[in-house]
């Protein structure tokens, strides 16, 4: 085997070993330091991310499992950097304060090794490997302070989600080798046509894959948990999910889509259902929302929804489908930063605000202005207004749906998009409004010392210019992606 087969699997054993090396640092005599622990998990993350940056240009897959090409390269490097940001949050979150320890830095670990697999899947098993790592982690830093108020409701939602998508998914993927004799993606449109192969059983195969997928998505109608996960999660937790986790699944929506594209037109139906139950159902439904968190989780189910809108045209035309599969990579690589931002912020603001009701915000743009502009900047870029990362992402979906003959479904999503405003305009409402004395001083005294700590103010800063550099620049990098 070829040296150069070994490069997309450097950087998955670098985290998934490293988080093996920090356990044993947290178990071993007189090397148990929060901090030190902390620090070796962020080298890992590091090494992970020079990996990446030093493995050829070139696509090179290993053993047909995983394949690094441009595309996951770069995601790798999201992913890398989210599992950074969520240990820097992590560190002086309130609610996380002197509970981040050996065991919750290798689950971030773990959890980015799994983001790595499952974008990176070209064999369905690799996929549902990848995932299930992400998920038993993800699952257990939700439940991490199980004192906390709904840690463990949230942990066990997730847990029976994360189970109910598992077992489709893989019922699914059962189907789809039984009718293609193959689990690698490339090889199953190839098999079909043979005397021992069904298409049928393929389709069947892929749209119970595809309903796998639209739970961890939590797309409409499969978004019942993201709510009460998002609420129920500390916000370092939260950021991660949102920015990594996600996105990760839908990188694996993506190539799965590109493999199987002339078989995608068989299940066009079910994702024109998802996406208008998604745009609409989350609008609505974030519109009667009094807490941030479970308002910007009912956004997340919308904006999902306009990602697979550029899904739904996927067809047998390899031409006409990279423009619709870059269209939909550059809006979950916005949604990522966007969100970081989002819950960056909420993260530091937990200490007046531990159960982020919107109401409790009221004033804290004027109090803090820094925090208060680089909410306003993310909140705006939600919405879609221009020269915002989020602006470009809807304009992308939406042209390109337009040009293969999805007039109703953009009407559909525009109007909808139309609708968000309302509520992202009141997050910036209940910012910027005058605070009360009594809550001004309740601000100071719970802030005070931590107006500004590096961590979050690193990585709020960092997001918040990337969201403005995602949009400034945005045909740049729509190429590049």
């Avoid at 985290?15 to 929060?34: E, F, H, Q």
């Avoid at 990760?248 to 889509?257: R, W």
């Amino acid at each position: 085997m070829p040296s150069t087969d070994f490069y997309p699997v450097i950087a998955p054993a670098l985290t998934g070993i490293g988080g093996l090396l920090v356990l044993l640092i947290g178990v071993w005599p007189r090397l148990k330091d929060a901090a030190l622990v902390a620090f070796y998990a962020s080298i890992v993350l590091l090494l992970g991310a020079m990996a990446v940056l030093l493995a050829p240009h070139e696509a090179a897959g290993f053993e047909r499992f995983i394949t690094l090409d441009p595309v996951n390269r770069h995601g790798w490097l999201l992913f890398t950097a989210g599992g950074l940001a969520t240990l820097l949050l992590a560190w002086r979150d309130r609610q996380l304060l002197g509970e981040v320890d050996e065991q919750f830095c290798s689950l971030v670990l773990f959890a980015v090794t799994g983001t790595y697999l499952l974008s990176a899947a070209t064999n369905l098993l690799a996929a549902f490997i990848g995932m299930e790592l992400t998920a038993l982690s993800v699952m257990a830093m939700i439940a991490w302070q199980p004192q906390r108020k709904g840690a463990v409701e949230a942990a066990i939602k997730y847990a029976i989600t994360a189970t109910v998508s598992g077992s489709i998914m893989l019922f699914g993927i059962v189907l789809m080798y039984a009718g293609s004799g193959s689990l690698y993606l490339d090889a199953i449109p190839g098999n079909l046509g043979g005397e021992r192969t069904n298409e049928t059983l393929v389709i069947v195969g892929l749209a119970m894959v595809l309903v796998g997928i639209a739970f961890e998505l939590a797309v409409a109608p499969f978004h019942c948990w993201l709510a009460d996960v998002f609420q129920g999660s500390s916000s370092p937790v939260t950021a991660f999910i949102a920015s990594v986790g996600k996105i990760a699944m839908l990188l694996f929506l993506l190539n799965l889509a590109d493999q199987l594209s002339g078989l995608w037109p068989a299940i066009h139906g079910v994702i024109i259902g998802m996406v208008v139950l998604s745009v609409v159902w989350g609008n609505l439904a974030a519109l009667r929302q009094s807490n941030l968190k479970r308002m910007l989780a009912y956004s997340s189910v919308a904006h999902f929804g306009y990602v697979l809108l550029a899904l739904t045209a996927i067809s047998g035309d390899a031409d006409g489908n990279a423009d619709l599969l870059q269209a939909a990579a550059y809006y979950g690589l916005s949604y990522a930063v966007m969100n970081m931002v989002s819950f960056a912020v909420i993260g530091l603001l937990s200490g007046i605000n531990p159960s982020a009701d919107l109401e409790g915000y009221r004033g804290m743009g004027r109090r803090y202005p820094l925090l208060g502009v680089a909410l306003a900047i993310a909140v705006l870029s939600l919405a879609g207004i221009p020269p915002t990362a989020g602006f470009f992402a809807k304009l992308f979906v939406f042209t390109q749906a337009l040009n293969q003959g999805q007039l109703g479904l953009v009407i559909i999503a525009s109007l909808a998009a139309a609708s968000s405003l309302f509520y992202y305009l009141r997050i910036l409402v209940v910012f910027f409004s005058v605070p009360s004395n009594e809550v001004s001083e309740e601000a100071d005294i719970a802030l005070q010392g931590d107006a500004v700590v590096m961590g979050p103010t690193l990585v709020i800063s960092l997001s918040t210019a990337a969201v403005l550099l995602i949009g400034l620049c945005a045909g740049t990098v729509l190429t590049f992606i």
